[in-house]
């Protein structure tokens, strides 16, 4: 028997569970409406392939690919779709992937509380792994970017707070390599984009103060008689206990010796297990929606165990099986089925998913 690899990836899961936990709509109907798309392409595109009689390839697929958009046919792109609105301009992956690459970084990013200087920085190192950003006069201009506004603009809070051209002087005394003038530039543009992306997302921004209160809940000492596991109050599909989270999996998210400080708050963690680390709203945010993805997916690999089949490994939001090569399209066909339809739990998020068969990794 010949084995292959199955391999499926769930899209822009954080994504879509950040909206759904938030209850962000409009988010939400953009995955909706991008998902349909992308479902009449795939039919539409699988319709060419059988008209042809065999797999097709690369050239014949970009072949059937410009074939359907000179239709008006065309997947479904949900970080196009926002960066359109963001940018102001019609944004694709094909003709303008920086803007796309960008759209992508503010939703993944900025959607767990970013502030503006940790964007800017962000963008400068190169951000999830894309090429390095660097905004100038133009997009300042293009965006309508008070740069001078921005400079003696209060940063922090109190009477002695500073201003954000001391911010970015700051930035530079650490180790920033662009003059103070092109900096500041930069970190004025990410400035607007970071509120672009609070504006259009209000509920999102919204939970990270709502998580900022759990917190509390969290950390306040149990009281005389109280059980640790005692439920304090329910946030969304979640439980809230001393210290901690319980899923719809039954599984906890556990802070240990949480507790409010200077900062904010506190608890145990990092490698040790015995160092103290930050919580704020935004990061509590990030957590929940992290391990609920990860709950997901773990839910839909165990889906496809129970079809009988050879799950191999699992890398973040992507699974990858082995399976008689003779069964690799049938079995890709169940997998996708079963990314796209999500638990019992969480019955009205939408989910999508893509993949491949083949014999090597990198051939899916």
Same mark, same amino acid.
């Given at each position: 028997?010949? $084995?292959?690899?199955?391999? &499926? +990836?769930?899209?822009?899961? *954080?994504? %879509?569970?950040?909206? !759904?936990?938030?209850?962000? @709509? ?113 997009? $300042?201009?293009?965006?309508? &970017? +008070?740069?001078?506004?921005? *400079?003696? %603009?209060?940063?922090? !809070?109190?009477?002695?707070? @500073? ?202």
């Amino acid at each position: 028997m010949s $084995a292959t690899l199955v391999v &499926v +990836d769930s899209g822009q899961i *954080e994504a %879509r569970v950040a909206a !759904w936990f938030a209850k962000e @709509s409009g988010l939400l109907a953009s995955f909706k409406r991008n998902d349909a798309k992308t479902l009449v392409y795939d039919a539409a595109f699988a319709e060419r392939v059988r008209t042809l009689g065999h797999e097709p390839t690369k050239a014949e697929a970009k072949a059937i690919g410009r074939e359907l958009a000179e239709a008006g046919i065309e997947t479904g792109d949900f970080y196009s779709d926002e960066g359109s609105k963001f940018f102001m301009m019609r944004v694709s992956k094909s003709e303008t992937p920086t803007e796309r690459q960008l759209s992508k970084n503010m939703i993944l990013g900025l959607g767990f509380s970013m502030g503006a200087f940790t964007f800017a920085t962000n963008l400068l190192a190169g951000m999830l792994g894309s090429d390095p950003v660097q905004f100038t006069l133009v997009e $300042a201009s293009k965006f309508s &970017v +008070d740069v001078a506004a921005f *400079e003696v %603009r209060k940063y922090g !809070w109190g009477d002695d707070a @500073s201003t954000c051209g001391d911010r970015v002087r700051d930035l530079i005394a650490n180790g920033a390599r662009l003059p103070y003038d092109a900096l500041l530039i930069h970190c004025a543009v990410a400035d607007h984009f970071t509120r672009r992306y609070r504006d259009s997302n209000k509920r999102i921004a919204q939970c990270w103060r709502s998580c900022e209160q759990v917190l509390g809940v969290m950390a306040r000492p149990l009281e005389e008689g109280e059980a640790p596991d005692a439920v304090r109050m329910e946030f969304g599909c979640l439980k809230v206990i001393h210290r901690g989270l319980v899923k719809p999996s039954g599984l906890t998210l556990h802070y240990p010796g949480l507790r409010k400080s200077s900062g904010g708050y506190a608890y145990k963690g990092g490698d040790s297990g015995r160092e103290w680390v930050s919580a704020y709203g935004g990061k509590l945010f990030e957590n929940i929606v992290q391990s609920l993805a990860r709950d997901i997916v773990a839910e839909q690999m165990l889906r496809i165990r129970a079809d009988g089949h050879r799950v191999a490994m699992c890398t973040h939001d992507e699974v990858v099986a082995v399976v008689d090569e003779a069964l690799g399209q049938q079995v890709l066909d169940q997998a996708l089925a079963h990314f796209r339809k999500p638990p019992d739990w969480c019955a009205d998020l939408p989910l999508n998913a893509e993949g491949g068969v083949g014999r090597s990794y990198g051939a899916c």
